[in-house]
Every structure is written in structure tokens, then in C-alpha cells.
């Protein structure tokens, strides 16, 4: 049996949980509303305050979506109880972060300032070099977080770029002057 397919998922007080036909799921709480289609196979039940996900059979297949399944409520269960955040540094001589209304501008070394708008549900708040990314949506969060990485990526001789907070960076040695 899937270890983490099996294991119930509690709903916390405050949080409602709907299953609509074609396992369409809604969870509202207090930070806002998810939805999603998940996987038709998978028999999703409410039991009390619990939700339930059981595979039909052990085929290969069925296996793996039984796990992502009940990942995939219970992420959306954290994401409106308590929400995602991902923090991201940004290091690097004259490389800065600006936030104005809800407009990001990078200031990378390239030759013009690169401008990125926050999406729909996600947050960008600019704390000296630091960059954090909230929202409720964490597939949301962790993609717009990876596109603002991607302007400029961290190197691995000075470390300039952006990079995760929790990111460790395999420093290299640079070339050494000829004798």
C-alpha cells in the first residue's frame, strides 16, 4: 500500500472540503479558496473530518496517482489554512529588488531594468535583498519563484545571482594568473 496514499488527511476547523463529480475538489478556508480535478480513478471520500483517498487496484499506474492524489488535497488543505512562502536572495554588487504596486523590477546588470508583474493570488514583498513569494497555491508560488530565479541564475565563482534562501551554492575556483 501507498505509505503516504493511505494516510487520512485532517481537515482542520474553519476549512470546508467538497467533492464535486469527476473528483473535482474545493477546499475553502480562511486565506481564500482552491479547486482542482484530480484523477478519476481515485475514490476520494469525506469520513468526518477526514478526507480519504483509496486506490481501485495495485496496477503500476494506480499506485503512483494514489500518493500524488492525497498530496495534491493536502497541500491545497495547507494552502488556505496557513499558505506557501518561498524566499529568495538577492546577492551580487548593484543587483536590487523594488517592489511598486504590484511590479517587481530587477535590477540584474543587464542594461535595462527587468520588469515582472505578480500573477493572479501571489504576493511579492522586497525586504532589503530578500524577496519573498506568498500565496496559497504552492505549485503557484514555487513556478513564479522559479521564474524570477531564472532572470539571473546564481554563479558558481562569486555566487552573484538569485538564489533560494535555503539554496547552497557549489562555489568553483577561478583561474589562477600565469608565472
Known amino acids: ?32 479558496t482552491l479547486e482542482r480535478v484530480l484523477p478519476g480513478e481515485m475514490e476520494i471520500k469525506l469520513e468526518g473530518a477526514e478526507v480519504v483517498v483509496s486506490r481501485p487496484n495495485d496496477l503500476k499506474k494506480m499506485k503512483s496517482l494514489h500518493g500524488l492524489t492525497r498530496t495534491l488535497i493536502h497541500n491545497m488543505v495547507v494552502g488556505v489554512t496557513e499558505g506557501y512562502a518561498k524566499k529568495l536572495e538577492v546577492n ?23 520588469e515582472m508583474e505578480d500573477p493572479e493570488g ?44 535555503d539554496e547552497t551554492i557549489r562555489r568553483k575556483v577561478g583561474k589562477t594568473g600565469k608565472k
Open 122 to 165: 501571489i504576493e511579492t514583498v522586497v525586504e532589503g535583498n530578500v524577496i519573498t513569494v506568498k500565496g496559497i497555491d504552492k505549485e503557484k508560488v514555487g513556478q513564479f519563484a522559479a521564474e524570477i530565479r531564472d532572470k539571473r541564475r546564481p554563479e558558481p565563482y562569486k555566487g552573484k545571482g538569485i538564489k533560494y534562501a
Open 92 to 114: 551580487g554588487v548593484g543587483y536590487r529588488a523594488a517592489k511598486a504596486g504590484k511590479k517587481l523590477t530587477l535590477s540584474l546588470g543587464y542594461s535595462h531594468p527587468v
Open 1 to 32: 500500500m501507498s505509505r503516504i496514499g493511505r494516510m487520512p488527511i485532517a481537515i482542520p476547523a474553519g476549512v470546508t472540503v467538497d467533492i464535486a463529480e469527476n473528483n473535482k475538489v474545493t477546499v475553502k478556508g480562511p486565506k481564500g
